[in-house]
């Protein structure tokens, strides 16, 4: 979690917010908000989808 969200913040400009946030049951995984225009989140899954293979 906390790898994910240093990559996405600090090189992807994405925020989530880690699960471990949300108790010991979160961890493993990320929460996002979807509250924003379609083309901001599409443009969101991409930057999340490079964090993630930034981590391989």
Partial sequence: DRKLQKVLIEQQKVAIMPGY???EEG?????L???CPRS???????R???GIH???
Avoid: M, P, S, W
């Fill in 40 to 46: 901001k989140l599409e443009q969101g899954v991409e």
């Fill in 27 to 31: 961890n493993g995984f990320i929460r």
């Fill in 48 to 50: 999340l989808i490079a």
């Fill in 21 to 23: 946030t949300y108790g």
């Fill in 54 to 56: 930034a981590l391989r």
């Fill in 33 to 35: 908000n979807a509250g």
